[in-house]
């Protein structure tokens, strides 16, 4: 992603749009509002990262769309030559996603172009209805761009063929990769038009020959002439033109179709077109509130409080796949994509779909967590047998991504289980799901070291040790696993698990609480880390120890331990200087620079609000939070991200699931006058 000359990328991804149920549960599209600084004065927002039939899989990096004006001789491209540009969704809880994009051409002339997205509920589709508004009359062409290239993540080569076909009147641009494919069409409603004025198909980064890309073709060389070209196979892109003349106001639909062949791809693009774009929004807005309808709605009376919590939910249902995993996020940070499920994430998804009354979500969540489990003899590169646990993180379709062990996603399964049968009080619950729940327990039971959890990497995915919130969510787990035991009468199951999760609590402190370290007294990252890190991670405070009281309900919040670590997370070393927002743990350069920045993580704040709510530190911490605090955190669209600068704007990584689950969480947990979901206690 491009850099602006502070070597800031743009915020990723600030709203994303699918369908609650039906075929279009198989497509999720990002759309991305670049900031209005840098060196490229990138002031537009458009489509960027598109994916179906597994959330994980890309389909097309970039939707572009491209005016060119005869009279002046200029091609003006959304992201690139956008003067200003908002994003904003239809309602809470609908999220369809409006565009506006404004441009200014050399002879004064302006323009408006605004488009609003959805997802097709019964084909697998996206629908885009484009409406572009000139000040004066020229002659001019619209074109549509798109950087193809489908992309699952298990090769880097995202190499497609695509061809351009004619069928049913429609002019199609057919893109195909390992028996996943996409079609695009456009329609003018006005005049019934469905073919292209000029087609090209190009090679991404050729300059020039036969070959050249259609961005080369249509955007840099700006001449209103596009040379066909129908097919070819590589990474490719595509454009096509809509030729308006002098029309000052037009309105056209552009419908990409996915499919498991081209018959299907082109069949679900048709579709859409044919049903029209009102109809489609009717159906799209109809099974949205009829999903947010099922539940009780916001628990709070705030009008800003209600509009969070519900896009919140809104945006958990969006990224979760149909098979019941969701992804961490539709973004890409730094070299990596956040389109896996992190079984941790989803265990804290499943805690807040509960709290909101949306079980059906949580018990396919639950059912993925079951599946994805390593029930054979498995040994990862450390040497350890990884029966009962799971990977790292996972594809949607359950295959392993990265294979380190993290004690929360073992232990956080356990509790994630034994929060389902609680809510939901279905003994078929408990019964469905215990053999996955006593494999994890076993792993467990069987990782003590001396009197503690064995060594395990932090939550942060950087350091190897004795973690203060893994070693917490390992105590959730067995104490979780006592309490399902107890029910179907393995008493002596449940006695052994209890009794270990009380050791390892008792020397808790021990092993995680450090006097005289960074910050003073508190909780660290983690005892004996390796590797070596700066701040040490046996000396910094860390975010993540306040999970060790909610939800893993391992510390008292009140403890001392608690209470000197939540004190120093008002350092300025820790938290954003102007925003009351705590970050990871001091010196953290998991940021756009690789180095260490001023700013927060909201999640990481949510958990120490949490504590110093329940431990009388600051009784107002929740409510400020979910009614004020959070305001300044929010993207154009109003999702939550990951990561905040001082100032509390969002700096990176828009609608990070896990700040969306911890935002419903926090507005239960007030509404209830309690922390929702503490894991069982001694």
Same mark, same amino acid.
């Given at each position: 992603?491009? %850099?602006?000359?502070?070597?800031?990328?743009?915020?990723?991804?600030?709203?994303?749009?699918?369908?609650?149920?039906?075929?279009?549960?198989?497509?999720?599209?990002?759309?991305?509002?670049?900031?209005?600084?840098?060196?490229?004065?990138?002031?537009?927002?458009?489509?960027?990262?598109?994916?179906?039939?597994?959330?994980?899989? %890309?389909?097309?990096?970039?939707?572009?769309?491209?005016?060119?004006?005869? #009279?002046?001789?200029?091609?003006?491209?959304?992201?690139?030559?956008?003067?200003?540009?908002?994003?904003?969704?239809?309602?809470?809880?609908?999220?369809?996603?409006?565009?506006?994009?404004?441009?200014?051409?050399?002879?004064?002339?302006?323009?408006?172009?605004?488009?609003?997205?959805?997802?097709?509920?019964?084909?697998?589709?996206?629908?885009?209805?484009?409406?572009?508004?000139?000040?004066?009359?020229?002659?001019?062409?619209?074109?549509?761009?798109?950087?193809?290239?489908?992309?699952?993540?298990?090769?880097?080569?995202?190499?497609?063929?695509?061809?351009?076909?004619?069928?049913?009147?429609?002019?199609?641009?057919?893109?195909?990769?390992?028996? /996943?494919?996409?079609?695009?069409?456009?329609?003018? &409603?006005?005049?019934?038009?469905?073919?292209?004025?000029?087609?090209?198909?190009?090679?991404?980064?050729?300059?020039?020959?036969?070959?050249?890309?259609?961005?080369?073709?249509?955007?840099?060389? #700006?001449?209103?002439?596009?040379?066909?070209?129908?097919?070819?196979?590589?990474?490719?892109?595509?454009?096509?033109?809509?030729?308006?003349?002098?029309?000052?106001?037009?309105?056209?639909?552009?419908?990409?179709?996915?499919?498991?062949?081209?018959?299907?791809?082109?069949? #679900?693009?048709?579709?859409?077109?044919?049903?029209?774009?009102?109809?489609?929004?009717?159906?799209?807005?109809?099974?949205?509130?009829?999903?947010?309808?099922? /539940?009780?709605?916001?628990?709070?009376?705030?009008?800003?409080?209600?509009?969070?919590?519900?896009?919140?939910?809104?945006?958990?249902?969006?990224?979760?796949?149909?098979?019941?995993?969701?992804?961490?996020?539709?973004?890409?940070?730094?070299?990596?994509?956040?389109?896996?499920?992190? &079984?941790?994430?989803?265990?804290?998804?499943?805690?807040?779909?509960?709290?909101?009354?949306?079980?059906?979500?949580?018990?396919?969540?639950?059912?993925?967590?079951?599946?994805?489990?390593?029930?054979?003899?498995?040994?990862?590169?450390?040497?350890?047998?990884?029966?009962?646990?799971?990977?790292?993180?996972?594809?949607?379709?359950?295959?392993?991504?990265?294979?380190?062990?993290?004690?929360?996603?073992?232990?956080?399964?356990?509790?994630?289980?034994?929060?389902?049968?609680?809510?939901?009080?279905?003994?078929?619950?408990?019964?469905?799901?215990?053999?996955?729940?006593?494999?994890?327990?076993?792993?467990?039971?069987?990782?003590?070291?001396?009197?503690?959890?064995?060594?395990?990497?932090?939550?942060?995915?950087?350091?190897?040790?004795?973690?203060?919130?893994?070693?917490?969510?390992?105590?959730?787990?067995?104490?979780?696993?006592?309490?399902?035991?107890?029910?179907?009468?393995?008493?002596?199951?449940?006695? %052994?698990?209890?009794?270990?999760?009380?050791?390892?609590?008792?020397?808790?402190?021990?092993?995680?609480?450090?006097?005289?370290?960074?910050?003073?007294?508190?909780?660290?990252?983690?005892?004996?880390?390796?590797?070596?890190?700066?701040?040490?991670?046996?000396?910094?405070?860390?975010?993540?120890?306040?999970?060790?009281?909610?939800?893993?309900?391992?510390?008292?919040?009140?403890? %001392?331990?608690?209470?000197?670590?939540?004190?120093?997370?008002?350092?300025?070393?820790?938290?954003?200087?102007?925003?009351?927002?705590?970050? /990871?743990?001091?010196?953290?350069?998991?940021? &756009?620079?690789?180095?260490?920045?001023?700013?927060?993580?909201?999640?990481?704040?949510?958990?120490?609000?949490?504590?110093?709510?329940?431990?009388?530190?600051?009784?107002?911490?929740?409510?400020?939070?979910?009614?004020?605090?959070?305001?300044?955190?929010?993207?154009?669209?109003?999702?939550?991200?990951?990561?905040?600068?001082?100032?509390?704007?969002?700096?990176?990584?828009?609608?990070?699931?896990?700040?969306?689950?911890?935002?419903?969480?926090?507005?239960?947990?007030?509404?209830?006058?309690?922390?929702?979901?503490?894991?069982?206690?001694?």
């Amino acid at each position: 992603m491009q %850099e602006d000359s502070a070597g800031r990328r743009p915020s990723d991804k600030d709203a994303i749009v699918s369908a609650p149920l039906g075929d279009g549960m198989e497509v999720l599209a990002t759309v991305n509002q670049y900031p209005g600084t840098g060196h490229r004065d990138w002031n537009g927002a458009l489509v960027e990262d598109t994916s179906a039939f597994r959330l994980d899989v %890309e389909q097309f990096y970039d939707m572009h769309t491209l005016l060119w004006d005869a #009279n002046v001789g200029q091609t003006l491209d959304v992201r690139n030559d956008a003067v200003a540009s908002a994003v904003s969704y239809e309602s809470p809880r609908v999220p369809e996603v409006h565009v506006r994009n404004q441009f200014e051409f050399d002879d004064g002339a302006a323009a408006t172009l605004d488009q609003d997205i959805l997802v097709a509920v019964d084909s697998a589709s996206l629908f885009v209805r484009n409406r572009a508004r000139f000040s004066t009359p020229s002659t001019r062409t619209l074109y549509t761009l798109f950087g193809l290239g489908i992309h699952d993540g298990t090769s880097a080569d995202d190499v497609d063929e695509a061809f351009v076909v004619h069928d049913h009147g429609y002019d199609f641009v057919v893109a195909h990769d390992s028996g /996943r494919y996409l079609a695009v069409a456009q329609r003018r &409603p006005s005049t019934g038009q469905t073919t292209f004025d000029g087609c090209r198909i190009g090679r991404q980064g050729v300059t020039s020959g036969p070959d050249r890309s259609a961005w080369r073709d249509i955007y840099e060389e #700006n001449d209103g002439l596009v040379d066909d070209n129908h097919h070819l196979d590589g990474k490719v892109d595509a454009g096509f033109g809509l030729f308006v003349d002098d029309v000052t106001d037009v309105t056209w639909w552009t419908a990409v179709g996915f499919g498991e062949s081209e018959l299907e791809a082109r069949e #679900n693009a048709l579709t859409t077109l044919w049903s029209g774009y009102r109809a489609e929004r009717s159906t799209f807005a109809a099974v949205w509130e009829s999903w947010h309808g099922n /539940r009780d709605g916001c628990p709070v009376e705030d009008a800003f409080a209600a509009e969070t919590y519900e896009l919140s939910l809104t945006a958990m249902k969006c990224a979760q796949d149909r098979r019941g995993g969701i992804i961490a996020g539709a973004f890409k940070p730094k070299e990596f994509a956040y389109r896996f499920v992190w &079984p941790r994430d989803l265990v804290i998804c499943i805690q807040a779909l509960l709290a909101a009354g949306a079980t059906t979500e949580a018990l396919e969540a639950l059912d993925w967590l079951s599946h994805a489990q390593i029930t054979n003899d498995v040994t990862d590169a450390r040497g350890i047998d990884r029966r009962g646990t799971w990977w790292q993180n996972y594809y949607a379709d359950q295959t392993p991504h990265w294979r380190a062990l993290q004690l929360d996603q073992v232990g956080g399964p356990i509790y994630a289980h034994w929060l389902c049968w609680r809510a939901t009080g279905d003994d078929s619950v408990l019964a469905a799901y215990y053999d996955t729940s006593r494999r994890a327990a076993d792993f467990l039971l069987g990782w003590d070291d001396g009197g503690f959890p064995g060594k395990h990497q932090d939550p942060w995915e950087e350091i190897w040790g004795y973690t203060t919130e893994g070693s917490a969510a390992a105590i959730a787990g067995l104490r979780s696993m006592a309490a399902l035991a107890d029910s179907v009468g393995e008493d002596d199951y449940a006695a %052994e698990c209890r009794e270990t999760a009380a050791m390892w609590a008792e020397r808790f402190d021990d092993h995680c609480f450090k006097r005289g370290a960074l910050l003073g007294d508190h909780y660290v990252t983690a005892d004996d880390p390796e590797p070596r890190d700066d701040p040490p991670a046996d000396r910094r405070p860390d975010a993540a120890a306040f999970m060790a009281y909610w939800p893993w309900n391992a510390v008292p919040a009140d403890s %001392e331990a608690m209470q000197s670590t939540v004190a120093c997370a008002d350092d300025p070393a820790w938290r954003a200087d102007r925003d009351p927002c705590v970050g /990871r743990y001091p010196g953290d350069d998991y940021t &756009p620079t690789n180095t260490a920045e001023d700013g927060g993580w909201p999640l990481c704040e949510a958990y120490a609000d949490v504590v110093r709510w329940r431990s009388g530190v600051d009784e107002d911490a929740v409510a400020d939070h979910v009614f004020e605090h959070s305001r300044a955190w929010r993207t154009a669209a109003g999702l939550l991200p990951e990561r905040v600068d001082g100032g509390g704007q969002v700096r990176w990584n828009a609608n990070l699931q896990w700040s969306q689950a911890t935002y419903v969480l926090l507005v239960e947990s007030l509404a209830r006058g309690e922390p929702y979901g503490l894991a069982p206690g001694e």
